[in-house]
């Protein structure tokens, strides 16, 4: 079932069935701060590299312990090109769909609030653009964000565990599925 091979930050990993789980150590993200610059790059990241256009989705759960405790998905180039769609506990105490996209400095989009501990989530590329989404029932997506990216035509493309704040959790992955394909509406993402 594994589609992933690699590691930046290997952890703790238990995969069975159709789920990965992914334990994030205390104090790990990926995060530019756009006020000061920071760099923080320790989250566990399993990926591989995809060349071209793809479509990457999954099913992403956790207990919500910590503020920005979150499960993603995550796409890189390098440690200051790169993108996440998490599904987070946010700072307003609340679950939410959200997006970050790093050029240099992160910015930070907190997104629809949900109140189930799962949720499917849903990034691809096509060229140089890429489109985030999310659903609540697997199969009816909704859009979060639309972007452009200048990056390589191969980058590394998996799942992160992150507990920024915390003292570490582990992160549910199932139904992971990566196509290779090029979306035909970016917006609705197929």
Same mark, same amino acid.
């Given at each position: 079932m594994n589609l992933f091979d690699k590691w930046l930050n290997e952890s703790q990993i238990d995969e069975k069935d159709n789920l990965i789980q992914i334990t994030a150590p205390? @104090?790990?993200? !990926?995060?530019i701060s756009p006020e000061n610059g920071q760099l923080n790059n320790n989250a566990p990241f399993f990926y591989t590299d995809i060349q071209g256009d793809f479509i990457l989705r999954a099913k992403v759960r956790h207990d919500f312990i910590s503020k920005y405790d979150a499960g993603a998905l995550f796409v890189m180039d390098s440690d200051h090109c790169w993108a996440k769609l998490c599904y987070e506990y946010t700072d307003f105490n609340t679950y939410a769909v959200v997006s970050v996209v790093t050029n240099g400095v992160s910015d930070d989009a907190n997104g629809q609030n949900l109140t189930d501990k799962s949720?499917?989530?849903?990034?691809?590329? @096509?060229?140089?653009? !890429?489109?985030?989404? !999310?659903s609540t029932d697997g199969t009816h997506y909704q859009m979060v964000r639309v972007f452009n990216m200048k990056a390589s035509d191969t980058l590394k493309v998996g799942i992160v565990s992150q507990s920024p704040v915390g003292e570490g959790m582990v992160s549910d992955f199932s139904d992971i599925q990566i196509e290779k394909v090029t979306m035909k509406e970016i917006r609705v993402g197929k």
């Open positions: 205390a @104090k790990t993200d !990926y995060f949720v499917w989530l849903q990034i691809g590329r @096509k060229g140089d653009a !890429y489109a985030m989404h !999310y």
